[in-house]
C-alpha cells in the first residue's frame, strides 16, 4: 500500500469532490465498492453548493488524499460542539479496500487530536449498514446508542428506498497529555 498525500481542498477542487462523493455512494458505479449506498437510496448525495458551504465554514476544511496528482478520497473534518465532526468521506470505489479509507481516518484524527486538541471525533452513520460500522468499530470507534432522524423529505440527503433510516453517532476519544 503505498502512501497518500494530504491537502486541504479550495473552490478549484469541488467539482472533483463532488463527483467522488457521489461515484462512492449513488448509482450503480457504487457498486463497485463496498460502501455503497445505492440500495437504500437515489438521488443526489452531495452538490457543490454544500461542499462550497464546507470550504468557508469557519473550523471546517475538506482533507483530500492523493496518489500520483489523483484525488482518490476526500472527507470533511469540522469542529462541532468541542468535538471533531467526520463526515463526506468517501473513496474512489475501485479502490475501496486497498487501504486508503483507513489512510484517510487516520489523517483526519490527527489533526482533530494533534493539530485541534479535541477530545473526541464524531460521525453519523446510517444504522443499517452494519459492515460500515464495523470497520469504524475495528478503528477504535463505538456506538454511542444515540440516534438521529434521517430527513426524509430532503431530496438534498438522497431519496429512500426504505422507511426504516436514521443514523447513529458513532464516536472515538483521544486520550491528551
Known amino acids: 500500500m503505498s502512501m497518500l498525500t494530504f491537502r486541504h481542498a479550495g473552490e478549484a477542487d469541488i467539482d472533483a469532490i463532488v463527483a467522488l462523493v457521489e461515484g462512492s455512494y449513488r448509482g450503480d458505479a457504487s457498486r463497485a465498492g463496498w460502501t455503497t449506498e445505492a440500495d437504500l437510496l437515489d438521488g ?40 471533531c465532526y467526520f463526515g463526506m468521506f468517501s473513496v474512489v470505489p475501485g ?34 449498514r452494519d459492515e460500515l460500522i464495523a470497520f469504524y468499530e475495528r478503528r477504535g470507534y463505538h456506538r454511542t446508542g444515540i440516534y438521529k432522524p434521517f ?22 476519544s483521544f486520550r491528551h497529555g
Open 95 to 128: 479502490l475501496q479496500g486497498g487501504g486508503i479509507g483507513k489512510q484517510m481516518l487516520a489523517e483526519a484524527e490527527r489533526i482533530a487530536r494533534d493539530e485541534w486538541q479535541l477530545p473526541v471525533i464524531r460521525m453519523t452513520v446510517i444504522d443499517v
Open 151 to 172: 430527513p426524509y423529505g430532503d431530496a438534498r440527503f438522497g431519496i429512500p428506498k426504505r422507511d426504516d433510516l436514521r443514523f447513529e453517532v458513532l464516536e472515538k
Open 44 to 83: 443526489m448525495r452531495i452538490d457543490a453548493q454544500r461542499v462550497r458551504e464546507d470550504l468557508a465554514r469557519d473550523g471546517s476544511l475538506v482533507l483530500l488524499g492523493e496518489r500520483d496528482g489523483q484525488t482518490l478520497a476526500c472527507a470533511n473534518v469540522c469542529v462541532e460542539n468541542d468535538a
